[in-house]
């Protein structure tokens, strides 16, 4: 079965530090996807990333930044120059590819990012 | 376009109460789930539908029911609302497995 942890579930720095938030997830799929959500204190959820499990090439999105390493089943977010208006939960999520079904995607717990001032 | 829309923002039921949660999308999505976000839980899957007239259950479906009316409208109804319902909803779609759910702005429900 697939299974999400994000071991952290709150974390608080200062503005302007970096930030890396882990996830490490569980298949059997050799085809699957990965994801990464935020959801500020409004509620609302946020697309940020989505990762094939057949493309394992870092991406960096500005400030945002992902490591993705098969070998060790992980997932990582990695927020530079942080600002309060990262302060967020932020979700990883699993998705096994369906061939005839709907995409069912499995969540980690949250980790709950502060960042002050 | 609006995405992904919900219905209502807020709901107070008392126990033994039934609702229906009203989800649309305008994206021409196949793909409609329900989740329900518990404190620190993460989202959990109900239900979902992976096309037009196809239902199914997802991790947690016990005590709710779901119709997909049309491609873009997918319900979820509480027949007998319990506190241990009282959550944070939220819709989403997807048009195809490979693509990104979109969500809706979510439902806050609380069962007395």
Redesign the interface.
Known sequence: AQK?TQAQ?EISVVEKEDVTLDCVYETRDTTY?L?W?KQPPS???V?LI?R?SFDEQNEISGRYSWNFQKSTSSFNFTITASQVVDSAVY?C?L?E??????????????TRLTINP | NAGVTQTPKFQVLKTGQSMTLQCAQDMNHNSMYWYRQDPGMGLRLIYYSASEGTTDKGEVPNGYNVSRLNKREFSLRLESAAPSQTSVYFCASTITVADTQYFGPGTRLTVL
């Open positions: 999400v579930t996807y994801f959500y509620g609302e959820l697309f989505r094939n979700f999520a998705s590819a369906q061939i005839q079904g709907a995409q069912k995607l499995v969540f980690g717990q949250g």
